[in-house]
């Protein structure tokens, strides 16, 4: 079954560049949602989208926008890359029209890492 | 959003059964409890989710008594193979209700020969 794909899967920058990530959802997911996870840490909430809408928002800085396009995958564009942007980023993608709130099936995550 | 509590680690051996309970004291009506299972460096994965009473799938239970302010994830007869960080999520059903679907600190299982 075909699975939520994030590329790259590894991405190195250096301090003050920009960044895009790409998160194509499972066919017929209307949801997406992105999380970094640091080090050692637990996955923070970044922003949700819905039908293409912003659905929510959370710890997502400023230098951070992300969208949902008409085919419904998503991108988060990072500027002015900080050394404490390194971290993994889970995209993760679920069916809105059977309540939102179900199963979130996440990707393999994409591997940023800020010299 | 509901806030949830668990245990930051626990340790158990192979062949038992492990019990991992989160607390929940402010969960609304109408949400949710999802438990979710991570690996390192990967994404974390759907275990089991449930609103009240108790679910079961092949691979854990769910167990939410009746004022619905924890609940307890049941692994039997756990292998190396679930050495894992698993979380409690709590939240709502409802069609395009996304929500901030927030993972608190999980607790880190750790099985051991």
């Known amino acids: 079954a075909a699975g939520v794909i994030q590329s790259p899967r590894h991405l190195i920058k250096e301090k003050r560049e920009t960044a895009t990530l790409k998160c194509y959802p499972i066919?017929?997911?209307?949801?997406v949602y992105w999380y970094q996870q640091g080090p050692g840490q637990d996955p923070q909430f970044l922003i949700s989208f819905y039908e293409k809408m912003q659905s929510d928002k959370g710890s997502i800085p400023d230098r951070f926008s992300a969208q949902q396009f008409s085919d419904y995958h998503s991108e988060l564009n990072m500027s002015s890359l900080e050394l404490g942007d390194s971290a993994l980023y889970f995209c993760a993608s679920s069916f809105g029209g059977r309540g939102g709130f179900g199963e979130l099936f996440f990707g393999e995550g994409s591997r940023l890492t800020v010299l | 959003l509901a806030k949830t509590t668990q245990p930051i680690s626990m340790d158990s051996y192979e062949g038992q059964e492990v019990n991992i309970t989160c607390s929940h004291n402010n969960i609304a009506t109408n949400d949710y409890i999802t438990w979710y299972q991570q690996f390192p460096s990967q994404g974390p994965r759907f275990i089991i989710q449930?609103?009240?009473t108790k679910v079961t799938n092949e691979v854990a239970s769910l167990f939410i008594p009746a004022d619905r302010k924890s609940s307890t994830l049941s692994l039997p007869r756990v292998s190396l193979s679930d050495t894992a960080v698993y979380y409690c999520?709590?939240?709502?059903?409802?069609?395009?209700?996304?929500?901030?679907?927030?993972f608190g600190q999980g607790t880190t299982l750790q099985v051991k020969p």
């Open positions: 999520l709590v939240g709502a059903l409802g069609s395009g209700n996304t929500g901030k679907l927030i």
């Open positions: 449930g609103y009240k």
């Open positions: 066919p017929r997911h209307d949801t």
